[in-house]
């Protein structure tokens, strides 16, 4: 009786982890979501962003502190991972590349976003210039514009030659790929890139413009007042689209995740039901035993 009490608290356990994976599993799926929306939603601006800065360096005389690499040795690297955990092998990836990198670049000072980012690079040693906690599922201009202006204060300072970003590509639910891209300098390439990730399922197969056919702008006030306006720009979009992509890549990853607990809860709640049949049936034969030999001595 004993083992079957033991065995049906367990069921209950089990049961109750289920309910809380299932829940976790279904919020994960709407934040997912809300991050590929909020990554589609970059593309109209990076699109126009691409035009104007095909038609621009066609002129080789122009010139922003944004569109060439810095004078400084070292590399600003921004480092994407997540607060939370229970998202499959989703910080794992994130950490792989970092070591990966830093094998092959030395002089690397890091802007770490996540918690799990700034405790890797801790662990490795690494200076932070800036460190960020909580990030918000909603991420607003606002809190991109302040990470984005840290960045083109230590790429103008004069202390590094790039800044770059390890983050994790969404490709689809059911792959993401942690890898890295430039945010400084500003290029066509990098803009590009962007617009291409931007896009999923049929959108992938939208003919982007070459930049050919580009009629002649007017540009008012003038050059440098429009490049110090969008380059600075295109720097939010790269730090947002990056941030974006990773979300998206965090809640499918914990979304399968917490699908998988969620079945594994199922078949072992399944196997203690079947434990616990077990039991109470030998329990009722033990019984039935005990009463006819009881009732064979009295006789």
Same mark, same amino acid.
């Given at each position: 009786?004993?083992?079957?009490?033991?065995?049906?608290?367990?069921?209950?356990?089990?049961?109750?982890?289920?309910?809380?994976? $299932?829940a976790?599993?279904?919020?994960a799926?709407?934040?997912?979501?809300?991050?590929?929306?909020g990554?589609?939603?970059?593309?109209?601006?990076?699109?126009?962003?691409?035009?104007?800065?095909?038609?621009?360096?066609?002129?080789?005389?122009?010139?922003?502190?944004?569109?060439? $690499?810095?004078?400084?040795?070292?590399?600003?690297?921004?480092?994407i991972?997540?607060?939370?955990?229970?998202?499959?092998?989703?910080?794992?990836?994130?950490?792989? +590349?970092?070591?990966?990198? +830093?094998?092959?670049?030395q002089?690397?000072?890091?802007?770490?976003?996540?918690?799990?980012?700034?405790?890797?690079?801790?662990?490795?040693?690494?200076?932070?210039?800036?460190?960020?906690?909580?990030?918000?599922?909603k991420?607003?201009?606002?809190?991109?514009?302040?990470?984005?202006?840290?960045?083109?204060?230590?790429?103008?300072s004069?202390?590094?030659?790039?800044?770059?970003?390890?983050y994790?590509?969404?490709?689809?639910?059911?792959?993401?790929?942690?890898?890295?891209?430039?945010i400084?300098p500003? $290029?066509?390439?990098?803009?590009?890139?962007i617009?291409?990730?931007?896009?999923?399922?049929?959108?992938?197969?939208?003919?982007?413009?070459?930049?050919?056919?580009?009629?002649?702008?007017?540009?008012?006030?003038?050059?440098?007042?429009? +490049?110090?306006?969008?380059?600075?720009?295109l720097?939010?979009?790269?730090?947002l689209?990056?941030?974006?992509?990773?979300?998206?890549?965090?809640?499918?990853?914990?979304?399968?995740?917490?699908?998988?607990?969620?079945?594994?809860?199922k078949?072992?709640?399944?196997? +203690?039901?079947?434990?616990y049949?077990?039991?109470?049936?030998?329990?009722?034969?033990?019984?039935?035993?005990?009463?006819?030999?009881?009732?064979?001595?009295?006789?």
């Amino acid at each position: 009786m004993a083992d079957q009490k033991a065995i049906q608290n367990k069921i209950k356990t089990v049961g109750n982890i289920r309910k809380i994976t $299932s829940a976790m599993e279904m919020i994960a799926r709407t934040k997912m979501k809300k991050a590929v929306d909020g990554v589609l939603s970059v593309r109209p601006y990076a699109l126009y962003a691409q035009e104007l800065l095909m038609h621009l360096s066609a002129d080789k005389t122009l010139e922003s502190p944004y569109l060439s $690499s810095g004078k400084g040795e070292k590399i600003l690297l921004v480092v994407i991972a997540s607060d939370k955990g229970l998202c499959g092998g989703y910080n794992a990836n994130v950490n792989r +590349l970092l070591k990966a990198y +830093l094998a092959e670049n030395q002089n690397v000072e890091v802007l770490a976003m996540g918690k799990r980012a700034i405790l890797e690079a801790k662990k490795l040693g690494l200076k932070t210039i800036a460190e960020y906690k909580d990030v918000p599922d909603k991420v607003s201009s606002e809190y991109v514009s302040e990470i984005s202006k840290e960045l083109r204060k230590a790429f103008r300072s004069g202390e590094f030659k790039k800044v770059e970003a390890i983050y994790t590509d969404y490709v689809s639910s059911f792959s993401q790929k942690a890898q890295t891209r430039t945010i400084l300098p500003v $290029s066509v390439k990098g803009v590009t890139e962007i617009i291409e990730k931007a896009a999923f399922g049929s959108e992938k197969k939208e003919e982007l413009n070459d930049g050919e056919g580009f009629g002649m702008y007017l540009l008012e006030p003038n050059v440098e007042t429009i +490049l110090n306006t969008v380059v600075p720009r295109l720097v939010d979009v790269s730090v947002l689209h990056s941030i974006l992509e990773s979300k998206a890549s965090e809640e499918s990853m914990r979304m399968f995740a917490m699908k998988n607990a969620t079945e594994n809860a199922k078949e072992l709640q399944d196997d +203690l039901t079947l434990s616990y049949n077990r039991a109470r049936q030998q329990g009722i034969t033990q019984e039935i035993a005990e009463i006819a030999a009881g009732a064979e001595a009295l006789g």
